[in-house]
């Protein structure tokens, strides 16, 4: 970072400054001695009036190139005085004889006046021009490296040593709000530390005049984002452009704080489903042979009853890892989008009945209270089927997971011209408003529900991702009174991906 650091450059008021200060007095000395020594040669010579006037002129317009208008009048005023005394007749006396040379004389003066202070206009407008061009090419200096600022680090320390280095300036302050720091250069006196935090804090940026010390509040589209303080001679406009310049840095770091944090979840969230894809890989084979090993102990028979309740307790449960597997599988596939759906035309109402009868050996699916509410029975939709048949029967399970015993739970289905909306609705628990999107996420559980029902988080997620494949999408609604209903909505339009 310290090899992109500018090179200093002058800051263009203190140039104009030093070079006001600068002895301006021996300047003018020095017009006074020219003055006097044109007047002992003009003397000397006894050159007329008009060439006296002409090179008295000539040293009032240096006097104002030089010095400034109010220098410039008085070397006129001197002038005139010198003319009259050793030019005009009577010589040496402050008497004029004739009336024209009254008129010479205030043509000379007035002439020397709006010279005067035509030179002093120009000079001050070509020193301004100067001041508006090293001004501008300092804040393109500054532009330029606030772009090569490490957005890996703080922007704070970065921009303070930038605009110290760049505008020359005693000190200067800056307060991330983002960040909570406020970071300082230059020499502040104590009581001062926090200064640009507490102009942030009030939300006003007051300067002050005799401190040199100008505030101005950080501001991008999101609202304000800190304060800098900065003081030394600098124009407000240029405060106000180094202001902007460094609330367009801040915003640049938080845009890239939180692409990075994104990153890094994305990472970690493929690097978990590897690690859960290649487990359930290597479950399935020990899986698989536990369950021919009980299922076959079963089939042999001679066990005691005691004996086979155990083999068909292990075999019940190397059943539902191996179901377990069979999700995480699938969401790793629909995640990495290497599912080839099928799609074919599916009668709902025979896919819900096919879900439920494959339910019907589990004792504890009691179906007897699963409702299907599907006015048309012809009603069909271009889905795949195993898919579809995934997420129906997740619903279904969830809904008598969650249900109170013995309330019934409703299927529903219609089609309208844009979509197929499947709905299973059950009476029970209600899921909290701030958890309703995030039970979509994988192994997300909602607080409230982890000790009433055990579950993985997998299920709804699968869920979601298979409706989007399908380019639908899945939520709930959950009422104390109504109940709780999963929804699955499924366009009529297919479009389909190449």
């Known amino acids: 970072?310290?090899?992109?650091?500018?090179?200093?450059?002058?800051?263009?008021?203190?140039?104009?400054?030093?070079?006001?200060?600068?002895?301006?007095?021996?300047?003018?000395?020095?017009?006074?001695?020219?003055?006097?020594?044109?007047t002992y040669l003009g003397y000397t010579v006894q050159l007329n009036l008009t060439t006296a006037s002409f090179l008295y002129l000539l040293i009032v317009v240096a006097a104002a190139l030089f010095c400034g208008f109010w220098q410039a009048s008085m070397a006129s005023v001197l002038a005139v005085v010198l003319l009259d005394y050793f030019f005009l007749p009577p010589l040496f006396s402050f008497s004029i004889a004739d009336p024209g040379d009254w008129v010479a004389l205030t043509a000379f003066v007035i002439t020397a006046l709006v010279i005067s202070r035509l030179s002093a206009r120009e000079l001050r407008n070509a020193r301004e021009a100067a001041l508006h061009r090293m001004e501008m090419a300092q804040l393109y200096e500054l532009s330029r490296n606030s772009l090569l600022l490490d957005l890996r680090l703080p922007p704070g320390p970065q921009l303070v040593v930038l605009i110290q280095r760049i505008f020359v300036v005693p000190a200067v302050a800056l307060y991330d709000v983002n960040l909570g720091r406020q970071d300082s250069m230059g020499d502040w006196a104590p009581g001062e530390e926090n200064l640009a935090k507490e102009c942030y804090l009030r939300g006003v940026a007051e300067g002050n005049a005799e401190m040199h010390t100008a505030q101005r509040i950080l501001r991008t589209g999101a609202g304000p984002v800190g304060a800098l303080v900065v003081r030394g001679d600098l124009n407000g406009l240029v405060v106000d452009a180094l202001a902007a310049l460094s609330a367009i840095a801040i915003e640049r770091h938080q845009s890239f704080e939180k692409e990075d944090r994104a990153e890094n979840a994305r990472k970690g969230e493929q690097l978990r489903a590897a690690v859960m894809d290649a487990l359930a890989h290597e479950f399935k084979t020990p899986l698989t042979a536990v369950r021919t090993a009980s299922s076959g102990l079963l089939e042999l028979g001679g066990l005691t009853h005691s004996q086979s309740d155990l083999v068909e307790l292990i075999d019940g449960e190397a059943g539902r890892m191996n179901a377990l597997c069979t999700r995480l599988l699938q969401t790793a596939k629909l995640e990495a989008q290497e599912v080839g759906l099928e799609r074919k035309e599916v009668n709902i109402k025979e896919l819900l009945s096919e879900v439920l009868a494959a339910r019907s050996g589990d004792p504890s699916s009691n179906s007897n209270r699963i409702h299907i509410a599907i006015e048309d029975p012809e009603l069909t939709v271009q889905v795949d089927r195993g898919l579809l048949a995934m997420i129906l029967t997740q619903y279904i399970d969830n809904a008598r997971k969650y249900s109170l015993p013995d309330t019934p739970i409703v299927v529903a289905a219609h089609k309208s011209h844009t979509e197929v909306l499947i709905s299973v609705h059950n009476i029970g628990s209600t899921i909290p408003l701030e958890d309703r999107e995030q039970i979509f996420e994988r192994f997300y559980r909602s607080p409230d529900q982890k000790n009433t029902a055990p579950g993985t988080g997998i299920g709804l997620s699968i869920v979601r991702k298979a409706a989007e494949a399908h380019h639908g999408h899945v939520w709930v609604i959950s009422d104390d009174n109504e109940g709780t209903t999963f929804y699955l909505s499924l366009p009529t339009n297919v479009r389909r991906t190449h």
């Open 1 to 38: 970072m310290q090899d992109q650091m500018p090179m200093e450059l002058p800051n263009a008021k203190s140039a104009h400054a030093s070079s006001s200060a600068h002895p301006v007095r021996w300047r003018f000395l020095a017009i006074f001695v020219s003055i006097g020594l044109l």
